[in-house]
């Protein structure tokens, strides 16, 4: 089992950058794929981005491509978020995940991932 907590969120301008940490802890020092989701005020949690263990393969939602960028530090057991060009719809919470070592592929759904962070604020005003 693995634990993540995530840091960075805050209040920011449309136009400005943030950077997510999803830091991830177990025992094995195994590493999962990791996906962020997010989910705005009144609406369902949506996906964001995903990377594979190796960080090799990626996949944005086409809300974000091009402007946000995942990225991991397997040797610091951490996965990044660079939110560049934010915009007022980009204010959610934002949710770290992983999925369980069973599988190796990148996933789009929220179901698939068995893990999760407690979730960091990111509000975008005007």
């Not at 400005?16 to 195994?30: E, K, M, N, P, V």
């Not at 005020?41 to 990377?51: H, L, M, Q, Y």
């Not at 179901?111 to 975008?124: F, P």
């Amino acid at each position: 089992q693995v634990q993540l907590v995530e840091s960075g969120g805050g209040l920011v301008q449309a136009g400005d950058s943030l950077r997510l940490s999803c830091a991830a802890s177990d025992r094995t020092g195994s590493t999962y794929v990791m996906g962020w989701f997010r989910q705005p005020p009144g609406k369902e949690r949506e996906f964001v981005t995903a990377i594979s263990r190796s960080g090799g393969n990626t996949h944005y939602a086409g809300s974000v491509k091009g402007r946000f960028t995942i990225s991991r530090d397997n040797a610091k057991n951490t996965v990044y978020l660079q939110m560049n060009t934010l915009k007022l719809g980009d204010t959610a919470v934002y949710y770290c995940a992983a999925r369980t070592l069973v599988y190796s592929g990148i996933a789009y759904s929220a179901r698939n991932y068995a893990y999760w962070g407690q979730g960091t604020q990111v509000t975008v005003s005007s």
